[in-house]
């Protein structure tokens, strides 16, 4: 997401918005679908910030768009042949960015903003699970999906004495804990594999027995994992791309995240795969007791 963010203010900053069209109403959870259009149109993008895995675009007169990409979204950036869909008819997308985008990319585009330079932002779905919130910027930023959310991982002022108090109380199991967003924001599934690997220390480990040495290592950890994946404009394992349609970099980096049966890059012990909460975890069992 914060990909997405650095692109997207380098790209949009300073368009209008002149049109919208979308194929999934379900999207739009605030305001009414059929009002999205006649609230945005002819607001300039001010500018663009992320707070966890929402990206908040700033708008002029006060306004605030918050796009959450969900398991299977992505946001891209790009040029079609034809400009804005007057009779509001599903475009036919034929290439977004040539050379840049798979096929099935532009068959998921279920929402499009078309700005003033000629270009759209459009947002790629193939489960229809994203959300998109519009409303003036006071109400937005109240909403529970800002104001319940945890500190930000990176953020200069969450240091390793902060997040050890945060953490050493919690009951339950370490990689849930990482991958609450109440908890700390941001982390998902494959980046919490990373860092539990990279501080040797076992997913179904409960928080509160984990020692004050091991609890450093695992913010430590936390904070080069997640540096690294930023660098390498994130993991494209199935669904992710960047707003040009190109995978992120950290894929060929990955230590432990669906390397099931893999040797373990450190003492070469078969990468092993458990389910937690519906979700997989993957871990050395020699190197993460």
Not at 19 to 30: E, H, Q, T, Y
Not at 35 to 42: P, S
Not at 93 to 114: D, P, Q, R, T
């Amino acid at each position: 997401v914060q990909t997405i963010v650095d692109d997207l203010n380098k790209k949009i900053v300073g368009r209008k918005i002149i049109g919208v069209w979308f194929d999934a109403p379900k999207l739009i959870k605030k305001p009414k679908p059929t009002e999205l259009e006649k609230r945005i149109k002819g607001l300039k993008i001010i500018s663009i910030k992320r707070r966890g895995k929402n990206i908040l675009i700033y708008l002029t007169n006060n306004y605030l768009l918050l796009i959450h990409q969900k398991l299977t979204g992505h946001l891209l950036y790009g040029k079609w042949s034809f400009g804005y869909a007057q009779d509001k008819q599903k475009p036919k997308v034929k290439s977004l960015i040539k050379g840049s985008l798979e096929e099935k990319v532009n068959n998921y585009i279920h929402l499009i903003f078309y700005l003033d330079n000629g270009w759209q932002l459009a947002l790629s779905d193939l489960r229809k699970f994203a959300k998109i919130l519009f409303g003036l910027k006071e109400e937005i930023e109240k909403l529970p999906d800002l104001t319940k959310l945890g500190p930000e991982p990176l953020d200069k002022n969450f240091t390793v004495d902060k997040f050890i108090e945060l953490i050493k109380l919690k009951k339950g199991k370490i990689k849930q804990v990482l991958m609450d967003q109440e908890t700390i924001v941001g982390i998902g599934n494959i980046y919490s594999d990373e860092i539990l690997w990279t501080a040797k220390i076992h997913p179904l480990r409960p928080p509160n027995k984990l020692t004050k040495e091991e609890l450093k290592a695992l913010y430590f950890a936390m904070i080069k994992i997640l540096k690294k994946a930023v660098k390498l404009r994130g993991t494209s394992i199935s669904d992710y791309r960047d707003t040009a349609g190109k995978v992120g970099g950290y894929v060929k980096i990955r230590k432990v995240y669906q390397r099931e049966g893999e040797s373990c890059q450190r003492c070469k012990t078969p990468i092993k795969r458990v389910r937690i909460g519906g979700r997989s975890a993957h871990y050395c069992s020699k190197c993460q007791k």
